[in-house]
């Protein structure tokens, strides 16, 4: 079983950044893949980037490529999304997510947080 809590979100105003941590319970943190989802109001949730559980590689979806960073630290049981040149469009839920394959297909995920808000105002 593994817990996740996520922090960071906020207010923001356009073009600022913002760094989300996602924290883990549970001694097995490094055996599973991360990633991070948004979910912004009327809309489906939205994959944004996800690392692996071993050699770190990294796969995002187009909309957060360029922009945004996922990277984990695996003694601290954290994963983290940089959110750089943010957008009003960003503003979301963002929820971490722990699974055995860092893909961008939400039943993949066997744990989810209860998400942090991030608001990019205009």
């Known amino acids: 079983q593994v817990q996740l809590v996520e922090s960071g979100g906020g207010l923001v105003q356009a073009g600022g950044s913002l760094r989300l941590s996602c924290a883990a319970s549970?001694?097995?943190?490094?055996?599973?893949?991360l990633a991070w989802f948004r979910q912004a109001p009327g809309k489906e949730r939205e994959f944004l980037a996800a690392i692996s559980r071993s050699d770190g590689s990294t796969t995002y979806a187009d909309s957060a490529k360029g922009r945004f960073t996922i990277s984990r630290n695996n003694a601290k049981n954290t994963v983290y999304l940089q959110m750089n040149s943010l957008k009003p469009e960003d503003t979301a839920v963002y929820y971490c997510a722990a699974g055995a394959r860092p893909v961008g297909i939400i039943r993949q995920y066997y744990y989810w947080g209860q998400g942090t808000q991030v608001t990019v105002s205009s």
């Open positions: 549970g001694r097995t943190f490094s055996s599973y893949a």
